[in-house]
């Protein structure tokens, strides 16, 4: 399996850029960000590379008119060792949660640990979203509970769940290589009760969750959260993450549309989650 590496480059050094284009890239088939200064690298799938979508993208970037970029195909790497090189430190949440990978040392004992080799995944814990999420699964009654996590990179909030008591989980990903990373940091956390699928909502029709967590963003969030409302128990949870705390108004009032009310939301440097229920 081949990738190509973009290095892009910002015209400022305002931190959100990255965010927002990771967001973006993740959108026409990106799998893997590291910030750098004043840039972004980010890595695709060579077979999934579609220049003309990236450059319209890049074109349409109204938040930095003068971004520019680099690429080169690398060979088939150690990502494990990629990782270790770069930003992927152990992290604690909430003094009760420790996310760690096999090659690290020296962890702190605390009442949940969670060993993620992410490869090129998403779901380190170490963005606020996922942060977030992690601390909201601390806070959770999740026993005996039908758990979905969608969009679940690395599975990292599902495994939580399942260490947190939750009977039967189901994590969804659109893309095939979260899917197989999940399922070895699954076994990695000698956890049997999640079922891992490939696809998207179209999954979920017909099932039903007492518990729905969607860390994705935006966009996927008002497209999918009629579905979401759908696939809720009468007294289910709707738990969302991967935007910006700008985004909240709109997202509160598509969940209206389909029955949703918020309970409260949270955020963390303008990223932002939601705890939505049904009605009634």
Known sequence: MTYTIFRFQFSSSEEFLS????????????ESFVRVSNGLEAYIQSKNLKIAKIER????????????????????????????????????IDDKCVIHS??????????????????????????????????????MDLEG?????????????AILAAKRGAKKITAIDID????????????????????VLLGDAKLLR??????????????????DMGIYAKSLSKS?????????????SSLENEGAKHG????YTKAKNNWSMMKMKLNG
């Open 176 to 195: 095939d290589w979260c899917v197989d990373n999940s399922l070895e940091n699954i076994a990695l956390n000698n956890v049997r009760n999640i079922d």
């Open 102 to 139: 096999s090659f690290h040392k020296d962890i702190p004992d605390l009442e949940y640990e969670i060993i993620i080799d992410p490869k090129m995944s998403f779901g380190t814990g170490h963005h606020e979203t996922t942060a977030l999420m992690v601390s909201e699964i601390l806070r």
């Open 19 to 30: 965010d927002v284009l990771s967001a973006l890239l993740g959108e026409v088939g990106f």
């Open 57 to 92: 993208l890049i074109s349409d970037f109204e938040y930095d008119k003068k971004l520019t970029y680099t690429k080169e195909e690398i060979e088939d790497k150690n990502w494990n060792e990629e990782w270790e090189k770069h930003y992927f430190e152990p992290i604690v």
């Open 260 to 263: 949703l009310s918020v309970v």
């Open 145 to 157: 509970k039908a758990v979905l996590d969608m969009g679940c990179g690395t599975s990292v909030l």
């Open 236 to 248: 289910g949870e709707l738990y969302m993450s991967g935007f910006y705390s700008e985004d909240m």
């Open 206 to 223: 017909g099932k039903k969750f007492d518990i729905i967590i969607a860390n994705i963003n935006r966009n996927i969030l008002l497209n």
